[in-house]
Nanobody, 125 residues
């Protein structure tokens, strides 16, 4: 069974950077597209970015374009989310999710069946 484990969250000041990692195990990593979602307190879960199984397609939500970069390393079965120029509105729990059929624009949370447990990101003003 596919398992996803996130790490790399923390508390950072506005303008700072964090790199989140999503380690995938239990199935062929190269068969899965991976997305990052986030959920702020009291808000619905929203998509942030995604990357296709071969890494050739990436998508970013407008709110993070030019600040976040998604990448994947097949040798480490890991997908990364490099987050720069963080803002207080980036605060939330960040989750990675996997799918064998990645939709254009990533698709919403219902498009993903496998999820990690999440990692907290807190950006102070």
């Amino acid at each position: 069974q596919l398992q996803l484990v996130e790490s790399g969250g923390g508390l950072v000041q506005s303008g700072g950077s964090l790199r989140l990692s999503c380690v995938v195990s239990g199935a062929a990593f190269d068969f899965y597209g991976i997305a990052w979602f986030r959920q702020a307190p009291g808000k619905e879960r929203e998509g942030v970015s995604c990357i296709s199984s071969n890494g050739r397609y990436t998508h970013y939500e407008d709110s993070v374009k030019s600040r976040f970069t998604i990448s994947r390393d097949s040798a480490k079965n890991t997908v990364y989310l490099q987050m720069n120029s963080l803002k207080p509105e980036d605060t939330g729990d960040y989750f990675c999710a996997a799918t064998q059929i990645l939709l254009n624009g990533c698709g919403g949370p219902k498009s993903f069946k496998q999820w990690g447990q999440g990692t907290q990101v807190r950006v102070s003003a």
